[in-house]
């Protein structure tokens, strides 16, 4: 234990001395309340009551709440050193397209082939993110923000530690089925990204990118948005998810009826955009391959390790105090009771 302000601890020769004193004074006092007689002789070696024993302690009470409020003014400390383990995060901006051809039923594999492949995505980024066995351990540490994009790109969510609200939105999203939202603005969607990471201080930040298309709607190309990146420092990968070519889409939405579509990834943009910024483009044909896309960047973009070293002092000074207190109002309630000395 140690002091914060030690000083204090100099006026503890006080009390001593005021018990020293006001011993013989309450020796005089009892002794003035006692009953007049002509001659002691009969007295000699009466015992001594134990009121009267108890009575000329009640100084050292005194001297005690003086002692304990001494040490309390000198804030009696007791510390201990500890080492913390910080786990510091990074920053990912999610942009997920959801143009209409998002709804080709291409992905799934032969497990899944009624699915289509935003619900594909949706899967495999929950695991990204949440966890998913021993393949990836998950993104607790780390902010994340949703972009979805079509014609138009939309801030579904910033930056978030929240990741059950984050996914509990994402399980909502579905193709976009009008034609005049239809689209894949890439260029906004990654200055929507971009956006979406502004603001904080973090270990690195990263845009995945994921879609199945071509830029062709938006106002700001592929290229000026990657050259936006890099100047900010942020990293995107890119991933072309789907096959190449005709695939079987929905005739409309909820329809179990399909119709040929032909599809094209523009994997040379992505590719550049992505090398741009120091990240990569992937491709993933089906739900195993975006699930191995999302292991590599997991193991590209790790979060720092900072150990943190602290001492924690808690302070005594309370319980002293009420030590000091409690014994001034029991040295009272003796005086006024049980201890009474009649004048």
């Known amino acids: 234990m140690s002091f914060a302000e030690p000083w204090w601890l ?21 002794g003035a309340g006692a009953v007049g007689v002509a001659s002691l002789e009969s007295f000699r070696g009466a015992p001594v009551g134990a009121r009267v024993r108890a009575a000329r302690l009640l100084p050292a009470l005194s001297a005690l709440a003086c002692v304990a409020l001494i040490v309390a003014l000198a804030r009696p400390q007791a510390g201990f050193e500890v080492t913390e383990r910080v786990t510091e995060g990074i920053a990912i901006a999610m942009v997920v397209d959801v143009s209409s051809s998002m709804s080709a039923l291409d992905l799934g594999g032969e497990d899944g082939a009624d699915r ?38 939309d801030t579904l969510t910033p930056l978030t530690l929240d990741h059950e609200s984050l996914l509990q939105l994402s399980a909502s999203l579905r193709p976009v089925h009008l034609p005049e939202e239809d689209g894949t603005a890439i260029g906004d969607a990654i200055l929507s990204g971009l956006d979406s990471l502004a603001g904080g201080e973090h ?82 044909t089906d739900a195993e391959g975006l699930l191995a896309v999302y292991e590599e960047i997991d193991q590209l973009e790790k979060g720092r390790n900072v150990a943190r070293h602290y001492q924690r002092r808690v302070d005594f000074y309370p319980w002293f105090l009420a030590l000091a207190m409690i014994l001034v109002l029991l040295r009272a309630g003796l005086d006024a009771t049980a201890l009474r000395v009649a004048p």
Do not use: C, W
Not at 11 to 29: G, H, K, N, Q
Not at 133 to 148: F, K, M, N
């Open 116 to 153: 289509n492949r935003l619900e594909v995505v949706k899967d495999t980024f929950r695991d990204f993110i949440a966890g998913e066995g021993d393949r990836l351990p998950g993104r607790a540490s780390d902010l994340v923000s949703l972009v979805t994009f079509g014609r138009y790109a």
């Open 10 to 30: 100099a006026l503890l020769s006080l009390p001593l001395l005021a018990v020293l004193r006001a011993l013989p004074r309450a020796a005089r006092r009892l």
């Open 203 to 284: 270990a690195s930040s990263v845009v995945i990118l994921l879609t199945d298309g071509s830029h062709n709607a938006g106002t700001v190309e592929p290229m000026v948005a990657a050259e936006a990146a890099r100047a900010l420092g942020v990293r995107i990968y890119a991933i072309g998810a789907g096959s190449q070519g005709r695939v079987a889409m929905p005739v409309s939405p909820g329809s179990s009826e399909t119709r040929m579509v032909q599809v094209f990834i523009d994997e040379f943009t992505l590719t550049r955009v992505a090398e741009a910024t120091g990240g990569r483009y992937y491709r993933a």
